[in-house]
């Protein structure tokens, strides 16, 4: 099939958010899109360059108003607004529109779960019904039927890609999973709060929400949906002095007779046709370096010093493949177009 003439209309809502930002940046060098809006409503009737100077010079069109975009030109949209606040404007999108939402608002499939962890009653029951998590690895055969695509978040994608395929093989127990991350302060959004300043994260590192992130209902039902029963975690999110990445750290306990190595053959040969899961060789471990800017994830498995322990070891960036960069693969698949497209970017090192 001869991809060369998919031109695919796309629009960017939230475009002032480092996720908008990221994604702008990739639809760039996509051979298949063409950037047709930007949305911001703070920041309308200015360019994207007067907010990110790293953008100008690029044709890019001006920031405008929701109200203001022209869906008869649009094929996919990629919403990048906060959490709670998508619902609603997803609701007003024309049903023609690929929607890729890459807010909370549509990966939860129990409605009573989101109310509970987003503190209010979901807003568009309807589409989250037809809403399908775009985690790419774990339901390619979904996506590419689908007009709602929820994005994964970035602390989920981390944790979910070692440990779905041990799960669903039934080759770790259940229980205990302890999941540690550490990520870096683009995670936590361009808005100006106290714990984000430099002077609050330089040269220090600090856990927050032990036990009550909201990403943990979203692990939760991917894990569960794995091990074909219900799945606790316990997950504690860290803030790291840097910019990008995540290194998630998970304890688990292999069933009897299994390895590291045996763990980390069964992860090779489940992501073997993954174009950007990459499991480490032997006792090799992966830096959040490793895959700083790209759209890869990289899985380490390490023998434990107690019997049966395994440490799984993950890194991504998460505002690639931890948001702009899946938000991409989501949309290749869904417009039939390789999933690799315009993400075969190599790792910025040093």
């Known amino acids: 099939m001869d991809h060369h003439h998919v031109r695919i209309r796309s629009l960017v809502i939230g475009a002032s958010g480092y996720t908008g930002a990221e994604l702008i940046r990739l639809l760039l060098t996509h051979p298949n899109a063409e950037i047709v809006g930007l949305v911001a409503d703070k920041s309308a009737g200015n360019t994207i360059d007067s907010i990110y100077p790293h953008l100008s010079d690029r044709g890019l069109p001006t920031i405008v108003t929701l109200k203001e975009v022209d869906f008869s030109n649009v094929d996919v949209a990629f919403c990048c607004l906060p959490h709670g606040t998508t619902q609603e404007v ?8 690929t ?9 939860l499939h129990d409605l009573d779960a989101y109310a509970t962890w987003y503190d209010h009653p979901h807003r568009a029951p309807q589409l989250q019904a037809k809403a399908v998590y775009g985690l790419v690895e774990i339901n390619k055969h979904l996506i590419r039927n689908t007009r709602l695509i929820a994005n994964p978040g970035c ?3 981390s944790a979910i890609l070692p440990l779905y395929p041990l799960l669903e093989s ?3 127990q259940t229980t205990p999973i302890i999941i540690d991350s550490k990520s870096g302060i683009s995670g ?14 330089n040269e220090s590192m600090k856990p927050y929400k032990i036990g009550n992130h909201r990403h943990i209902p979203e692990i939760e039902q991917a894990l569960s949906r794995a091990a074909g029963e219900p799945i606790e975690i316990d997950f504690t999110p860290q803030i790291a002095p840097m910019t990008r990445g995540i290194l998630s750290t998970i304890h688990v306990e292999a069933v009897p ?6 763990l980390r053959d069964h992860l090779k040969q489940y992501y073997s046709n993954a174009s950007f899961v990459i499991v480490e060789e032997g006792d090799n471990l992966p830096s959040t370096h490793a895959v700083y800017g790209s759209n890869y994830c990289r899985i380490a498995v390490a023998k434990g010093r107690t019997k049966n322990r395994i440490t799984l070891v993950s890194v991504i960036d998460n505002l690639v493949k931890g948001a702009s960069g899946q938000a991409i693969q989501n949309m290749n698949i869904c417009f039939g177009l390789p999933e690799t497209t315009g993400l075969l970017i190599p790792p910025l090192y040093p």
Do not use: M, N
Not at 193 to 201: D, I, N, R, Y
Not at 257 to 262: D, F, L, N, P, V
């Open 170 to 172: 039934k080759l770790i």
């Open 257 to 262: 007779g299994q390895t590291a190595q045996s």
């Open 90 to 97: 997803v609701a007003a999108i024309p049903e023609h529109i």
């Open 188 to 201: 936590a959004g361009r808005s100006a709060t106290q714990s984000s300043l430099f002077c609050e994260v």
């Open 99 to 107: 929607v890729i939402d890459l807010s909370a608002d549509f990966r």
């Open 155 to 157: 602390y989920p994608t």
